[in-house]
Nanobody, 123 residues
Framework: QVQLVESGGGLVQAGGSLRLSCAAS????????MGWYRQTPGKERELVAA???????NYVDSVKGRFTISRDNAKNTLYLQMNSLKPEDTAMYYC?????????????????WGKGTLVTVSS
């Protein structure tokens, strides 16, 4: 029902900034919360930041004060502004969309994932 495509990853020096984008298409009216996750080899995927349709946000402690998640519902796009990047932020970053079940709208609850965008922070 939903397709997600991330962009904006790349190589940056410690202390630098990047902005990730996630373009959603398909049944975007069914999307409730969205979030950014990251994963490195040998580690479980962790939630970095999440945002509701209404704009409420939540962050993992390690990125508070440095990262900002936002969304443009009209453009069906999710963003993650990353400032003061650290080498430990290096990971594959994935966009996630949580769909709700609303039968009258043809919405069926399910999680969707993008293929990821790689962020590498050098020291």
């Amino acid at each position: 029902q939903v397709q997600l495509v991330e962009s904006g990853g790349g190589l940056v020096q410690a202390g630098g900034s990047l902005r990730l984008s996630c373009a959603a298409s398909g049944a975007t009216a069914c999307i409730s919360a969205m979030g950014w996750y990251r994963q490195t080899p040998g580690k479980e995927r962790e939630l970095v930041a999440a945002i509701t349709r209404g704009g409420s946000t939540n962050y993992v402690d390690s990125v508070k004060g440095r990262f900002t998640i936002s969304r443009d519902n009209a453009k069906n796009t999710l963003y993650l502004q990353m400032n003061s990047l650290k080498p430990e932020d290096t990971a594959m970053y994935y966009c996630n969309a949580d769909l709700v079940t609303i039968l009258t709208m043809g919405c069926y609850g399910m999680d969707y994932w993008g293929k990821g965008t790689l962020v590498t922070v050098s020291s």
